[in-house]
Nanobody, 126 residues
């Protein structure tokens, strides 16, 4: 049974950077598509990025293109989300999620995912 644990959130100034981690246990993340989602207070959860299984194909929401990079370290069984030039509108709880298979495609809709982490808070404030 795959378990996911996020880390790396925190309080940063606008323009700052963070790297979020999604660590997998119980299974190899290489065989899963992994997505990153965020939910701001009072708003619906939004898919921001994902990476497919073995081929590592990535996808980004238009709102984060050019600032977010998703990548994986197979040796560590971790998927990272690098966030640069943070903005106040990036304030949210960020969660990673995974679904088995999907060698060369991933999706930003949460309905595709059946394994979820607990989330990590990102706060952007001066």
């Amino acid at each position: 049974q795959l378990q996911l644990v996020e880390s790396g959130g925190g309080l940063v100034y606008p323009g700052g950077s963070l790297r979020l981690s999604c660590a997998g246990s119980g299974a190899l993340l290489l065989h899963y598509a992994v997505g990153w989602f965020r939910q701001a207070p009072g708003k619906e959860r939004e898919g921001v990025s994902c990476i497919s299984g073995r081929e590592g194909i990535t996808l980004y929401a238009d709102s984060v293109k050019g600032r977010f990079i998703v990548y994986r370290d197979n040796a560590k069984n971790v998927v990272y989300l690098q966030i640069d030039n943070l903005k106040p509108e990036d304030n949210a709880v960020y969660s990673c999620a995974a679904y088995f298979g999907s060698r060369d495609v991933c999706w930003l809709n949460e309905e595709a995912y059946d394994n979820w982490g607990q989330g990590t808070q990102v706060t952007v404030s001066s």
